[in-house]
C-alpha cells in the first residue's frame, strides 16, 4: 500500500513575524480582483502607518482563496483586526496591528471561503489562475494578458466557490 502525500500547507506571516496563519490543504483559487470595493481596500490599507502595499502595479489585488475552516491562527491572534469600508459591510480586511500587514479577507455572513492576500506569502503560492471583475479596473495601460480575464465573476471561479460549499458540507 502507497503511502498518502502529505497535504499541502501554506504558513503566511504579517511583515514582522508577530502574526502567522497557516492554510491547510489546496487552495480553492489564486485571483486578481479588480472590483471596486478590493480596491478601495487595499488603498486604504496601505494608508495605515508603515504598512505594505497589497495592489499589484495595475491596481489588482492579488488573493489566494481558501475554505475558511481551512485557516487558522498560528501565533497572534489577539493583534488581528477587522477593517470595514462602511458599517453595513459584511467584508472584514484583517490586518496584523503589529505591523499593519493585510493578512486575509473574510466575511460577516454565510460565505465560507477566505481570500488572503497573496502579498503575505513569503514562498510559492498557487499561480494566478484568472483577473476577475476587470470592468471595474482603474489602472492604466492595457490589461495583462498572462492569464484570462473576465469583467465580473466567471462560471468557472462561482464553481469552484459551490464545490467547495459542497466538500464542506460532507467534511471532504
Same mark, same amino acid.
Given at each position: ?74 501565533? *497572534?491572534?489577539?493583534? =488581528?483586526? %477587522?477593517?470595514?469600508? /462602511?458599517? #453595513? $459591510?459584511?467584508?472584514? @480586511?484583517?490586518? !496584523? ?41 482603474? *489602472?492604466?495601460?492595457? =490589461?495583462? %494578458?498572462?492569464?484570462? /480575464?473576465? #469583467? $465580473?465573476?466567471?462560471? @468557472?471561479?462561482? !464553481? ?13
Amino acid at each position: 500500500m502507497m503511502p498518502t502525500p502529505p497535504k499541502p500547507e501554506a504558513i503566511v506571516s504579517c511583515a514582522c513575524g508577530s502574526v502567522a496563519l497557516r492554510a491547510h490543504a489546496a487552495p480553492i483559487a489564486s485571483v486578481i480582483c479588480y472590483c471596486g470595493d478590493c480596491q478601495r481596500g487595499s488603498r486604504e490599507l496601505a494608508s495605515l502607518p508603515d504598512a505594505a502595499p497589497v495592489q499589484d502595479a495595475d491596481d489588482g489585488t492579488a488573493y489566494v482563496v481558501y475554505r475558511k475552516d481551512r485557516v487558522m491562527p498560528v501565533r *497572534g491572534a489577539a493583534l =488581528l483586526k %477587522n477593517y470595514k469600508l /462602511g458599517p #453595513a $459591510s459584511a467584508t472584514n @480586511r484583517v490586518v !496584523a496591528t503589529c505591523c499593519n500587514s493585510a493578512m486575509l479577507m473574510s466575511f460577516d455572513d454565510s460565505r465560507h471561503w477566505v481570500s488572503m492576500y497573496r502579498a503575505r506569502f513569503a514562498g510559492e503560492a498557487m499561480p494566478v489562475q484568472m483577473r476577475i471583475c476587470t470592468k471595474s479596473r482603474t *489602472g492604466k495601460g492595457p =490589461l495583462p %494578458n498572462d492569464v484570462p /480575464g473576465f #469583467a $465580473s465573476y466567471p462560471l @468557472r471561479f462561482m !464553481a469552484k466557490l459551490i464545490a467547495a460549499r459542497v466538500a464542506m458540507a460532507f467534511h471532504a
